[in-house]
């Protein structure tokens, strides 16, 4: 159930209440056997908010909280699975939206979700914070268009999280052979993407990711999982 109410030609405010179900299903197994017979999740959603656009600049503002009465997370005690039932769990936080034309053609956007509450309301980790939950995750990108051409600057950012529903804090000693846990750090990437249309079906596009060769790591599952190098893409896009 939800609702939209305009308070002026240029701004609404929104909110509703939903109860969401993903029905059972077989996690994969990290050994490739385990069969791990994870229950069905019930959540029960809300949110609020207030969006507007006007002249240059548009935003969105909206506050969340998600109960769920049986989630399935990453990060599980048994080093050979890679997901489990962790019950009841409590998740509160905001979203926002900022993006501000600066001229005819250069634009920058913005996103972020804080969520300052994810933890375990039922089991052997209540209290905890959910493994693979950032408090933070960040979007800014500089946008610039101009006839055929479109490029753009992204800075991507996501908060430090924990690797396992225990919330270990340090990264055990041989973690590289196969022993997880521990605090993943923050990190923030660049990427650069460029597209340019050669006509009306066919464009060329390419992109430079993690444009500082940054390393990072990414999971904690089974050993310390790196986040990619920095890489090359060019293509091209043909429309029949």
């Known amino acids: 159930m939800g609702a939209t109410y305009t308070l002026d030609p240029t701004t609404q405010v929104y909110g509703g209440v939903y ?22 999740e019930n959540s029960t959603n809300f949110e609020f908010g207030v969006r507007s656009h006007k002249g240059d600049v548009n935003y969105e503002v909206a506050a969340f909280a998600m109960n769920f009465s049986n989630q399935v997370v990453t990060g599980n005690s048994d080093p050979n699975l890679s997901q489990s039932n962790a019950g009841r769990t ?53 946008n610039y268009q101009h006839e055929s051409l479109n490029t753009a600057f992204t800075i991507h950012h996501q908060g430090e999280q924990f690797g396992d529903a225990g919330n270990t804090e340090v990264i055990p000693t041989g973690a590289a052979g196969g022993i997880w846990g521990g605090i993943i750090p923050a990190y923030t990437l660049l990427d650069l993407t460029a597209e340019y249309t050669l006509a009306k079906n066919l464009r060329l596009f390419g992109a430079v990711k993690n444009l500082t060769d940054k390393r990072y790591i990414t999971g904690l599952r089974q050993g310390i999982y790196v986040g990619p190098e920095r890489s090359f893409e060019m293509g091209v896009s043909y429309k029949f």
């Open 90 to 142: 409590e998740h509160r936080g905001m979203e926002f939206m900022l993006g501000y034309q600066l001229s005819g053609d250069v634009r920058i956007d913005s996103n972020a979700t804080w969520v300052p509450i994810s933890e375990f309301k039922s089991g052997d980790n209540v209290g905890n914070r959910l493994p693979y939950a950032p408090k933070i995750i960040a979007n800014v990108s500089l």
């Open 19 to 40: 109860r969401a179900f993903s029905p059972a299903s077989n996690g994969v197994a990290l050994d490739g056997l385990t069969d791990q017979q994870l229950e069905g």
